[in-house]
Nanobody, 127 residues
Framework: QVQLVESGGGLVQAGGSLRLSCAAS????????MAWFRQVPGKEREFVSA????????DYADSVKGRFTISRDNPKKMVYLQMNTLKPEDTALYYC????????????????????WGQGTQVTVSA
C-alpha cells in the first residue's frame, strides 16, 4: 500500500515562489521513481517533473525548466518541488505520483506510467 500526501500549495502573486512537499507512506521508498503532475479543469494531467530513486536522473517539462527544482529525501520519504518565478499559467492542481520503474522506462511519460497518486494540492498564481 502506497499513500502519498501533498502539501504546500496556496495563492501567490506572479513572480513568487512556493515549495510543494509530498510525504510517502511506503516501505521501500527508495525503490520508487517520483514525479509531479498538474491538471487544470477540462485538460489532461500534465507532466511537470520526475526524479529517479537515487536522484541521479531528473527531468522537467519544457514549460518549467529553469524555474522549478525537484528533489527527494529518501530517509524522510519526502519529495519536494521548489517553484520559483511562478506564472499565472502555472495555476493548477498539483499531484505527486510514484512508480517502481521497469528497466529502461522513461520518467517523463504520461500519467498512465505512474501507479500511485496523492489527492493533490492547489496552486493559484495571480497576475
Amino acid at each position: 500500500q502506497v499513500q502519498l500526501v501533498e502539501s504546500g500549495g496556496g495563492l501567490v502573486q506572479a513572480g513568487g515562489s512556493l515549495r510543494l512537499s509530498c510525504a510517502a507512506s511506503v516501505r521501500a521508498f527508495n525503490a520508487y521513481a517520483m514525479a509531479w503532475f498538474r491538471q487544470v479543469p477540462g485538460k489532461e494531467r500534465e507532466f511537470v517533473s520526475a526524479i529517479s530513486w537515487s536522484g541521479g536522473t531528473i527531468d522537467y517539462a519544457d514549460s518549467v525548466k529553469g524555474r522549478f527544482t525537484i528533489s527527494r529525501d529518501n530517509p524522510k520519504k519526502m519529495v519536494y518541488l521548489q517553484m520559483n518565478t511562478l506564472k499565472p499559467e502555472d495555476t493548477a492542481l498539483y499531484y505527486c505520483a510514484a512508480v517502481v520503474p521497469l528497466p529502461g522506462s522513461r520518467l517523463n511519460g504520461g500519467s498512465s506510467d505512474y501507479d500511485y497518486w496523492g489527492q493533490g494540492t492547489q496552486v493559484t498564481v495571480s497576475a
